[in-house]
C-alpha cells in the first residue's frame, strides 16, 4: 500500500496547496510508516521530560538529571527526523523553488509559535503571577520571550524548526551537490558537531556576551550535524535500511554502552565534583555517542514494526497513526496542561504529587498531560482557525482519526 509521502516532523499541510506537478511527484514515493511511529515516540518522550522535571527537583535530584541527561536525545531525533522527511519530500524535483517552500511551510510554524507564545506568556508569566492588568504595558517581555522561545519552555522547538525550514534550499543544495561525496559531508559535519558541543560544554564566555550565548539552545547550530545526516540518510535510503537490518543487537548494544558512559561521567561530576545540573547537559561532548545510537537505534524500531509488525496488527498501527496526526498540536498544548495540573499544591509541592509519592506522581502526571492534552487538540482540531492553531487542517465536528 502507498499513500503520500509524510511532509514533516512537525505540521502538515494539505495537499491542496500544492503544485499538480508536486502532487504527482509526492505520490509516487511510497509512505514511510515508520516515521509515524518514530514522530509519536519522540513526542511522547518530550512528554515525559517535561513530566519528570516539573515533578522532582531538577535542580539537585542526581537520578533526575541522569535520566533526563539521555532523554535530551529526543531532541536530536527530532531534527534528524525533520532532515530526512523534509529531504525525503523534496530531493531530486526539479520543480522545487525554495519561494514556494517558504511560503507553504513557514506560516505554518510562525503562527502557531506567535499564538502559543502569547498564550503561554499570559498564562505562565502574566496571570499565574497576578499581572494579568499589566499586559497592555508589558509587551516589550512578551517579545523577549518571543524573539528567544522561553514564554513555554518548549517553544524553542518551532524556533529552530523555523531556521530548518529557512536554511533546506541551502541544505537540499549541499547534499544534491556533494553527490558521490556525502561521507566527506557527514565527517566535517560530524567534527564541527564536536567542536561546537565542546565549545558550549568548555568554554566560559565575557561576560558581555553571557546573555545571548545562554540562547544557542535555539539555534539550529547545536543539532546541526543530525539535520544534515537526516537529510542524507533520505536520499540513501534504501542502502541506510539494508546496512541497518540485521544489526538491532549491535545498535542496542552501543546505545547500552554509550548511554551507561555519558551517565557514568555524568555521576563522576556530580559526587565528586558537586556539578549536579548544568543548563548544558544535552550538549555534552560525552554525550554525542549516545545520541548517534539513539537516532540510529529508534529508526531501527520503526522499521522493523513498519515492516514486521504493523501488517499483522491493524489496531496497533491506526493507534500510532493517530498518535502521530496528534504529536504536533499535543506537543504545543502540553506544557499549558502540565502547569495546570501542577499549579494546585500542598505543603509546598504539586498537589497531585504529594498525594501520590513518587515514582506515582510523575506517572500519572505524565499519563494525565497526554490524556488532557489530546482531549484539548481535539477540540482545537475541530475550531475554525485550526491549521493555525494546531499546524493541522480542521476536522469536522465528528469524531475521525
Known amino acids: 500500500m502507498t499513500r503520500p509521502s509524510p511532509e514533516s516532523a512537525g505540521p502538515i499541510t494539505s495537499s491542496s496547496n500544492t503544485p499538480s506537478s508536486n502532487t504527482r511527484a509526492s505520490a509516487k514515493r511510497p509512505y514511510l510508516f515508520q516515521v509515524d511511529l518514530i514522530r509519536a515516540t519522540t513526542f511522547a518522550l518530550v512528554i515525559f521530560t517535561h513530566a519528570l522535571t516539573q515533578t522532582t527537583d531538577a535542580f539537585s535530584n542526581i537520578g533526575t538529571n541522569a535520566t533526563t541527561l539521555l532523554l535530551h536525545a529526543s531532541r536530536n531525533i527530532f531534527f534528524a527526523l525533520t532532515g530526512f522527511v523534509l529531504m525525503y519530500q523534496y530531493a531530486g524535483r526539479d520543480d522545487f523553488r525554495a519561494g514556494w517552500f517558504w511560503r507553504r511551510r513557514m506560516k505554518l510554524v510562525i503562527v502557531p509559535y506567535i499564538l502559543w507564545s502569547a498564550v503561554y506568556w499570559v498564562v505562565i508569566g502574566m496571570w499565574s503571577y497576578g499581572r494579568l492588568g499589566d499586559v497592555p504595558t508589558s509587551l516589550d517581555e512578551f517579545w ?48 564541527l558537531q564536536i567542536a561546537v558541543f565542546a565549545v558550549i560544554t568548555y568554554w566560559t564566555p565575557p561576560e558581555s556576551w553571557a546573555g545571548w550565548w545562554w540562547h544557542h539552545y535555539a539555534t539550529f547550530v547545536p543539532y546541526q550535524f543530525f539535520i544534515v545526516a537526516g537529510a542524507v540518510a533520505a536520499v540513501h535510503r534504501e542502502q541506510v535500511d539494508a546496512w541497518i537490518r540485521g544489526r538491532g543487537g549491535w545498535l542496542a548494544a552501543g546505545l547500552v554502552g554509550t548511554g ?16 549536579v545540573f548544568s543548563h548544558d547537559s ?45 504529536s504536533f498540536p499535543v506537543f504545543l498544548v502540553h506544557v499549558l496542561v502540565l502547569f495546570l495540573l501542577l499549579r494546585p499544591e500542598t505543603d509546598g509541592a504539586p498537589t497531585i504529587v504529594h498525594a501520590l509519592g513518587q515514582p506515582w506522581g510523575t506517572l500519572v502526571v505524565y499519563l494525565l498531560t497526554i490524556a488532557l492534552s489530546l482531549g484539548l487538540v481535539e477540540v482545537l482540531r475541530r475550531l475554525p482557525g485550526s491549521v493555525y492553531l494546531t499546524g493541522r487542517p480542521r476536522l469536522p465536528l465528528r469524531w475521525q482519526i
Open 282 to 326: 544535552a550538549f555534552a561532548v560525552t554525550l554525542l555517542p549516545f545520541l548517534v545510537f539513539a537516532v540510529l537505534t529508534i529508526y531501527a524500531m520503526g522499521l522493523h514494526w513498519a515492516t514486521h509488525v504493523r501488517p499483522y496488527s491493524p489496531r496497533f498501527g491506526k493507534a500510532v497513526a493517530y498518535a502521530s496526526n496528534r
Open 260 to 275: 551507561a558512559f555519558a551517565v557514568g561521567v555524568y555521576l563522576y561530576e556530580a559526587f565528586v565534583s558537586g556539578k
Open 144 to 191: 523577549n520571550q518571543l524573539k528567544w522561545g522561553t514564554a513555554g519552555f518548549h517553544l524553542y522547538f518551532l524556533l529552530v524548526m523555523l531556521q530548518v525550514y529557512l536554511l533546506f534550499p541551502a541544505i537540499r543544495w549541499l547534499v544534491q551537490k556533494t553527490k558521490g561525496h556525502h561521507g566527506a559531508l557527514l565527517a566535517a559535519s560530524f567534527a
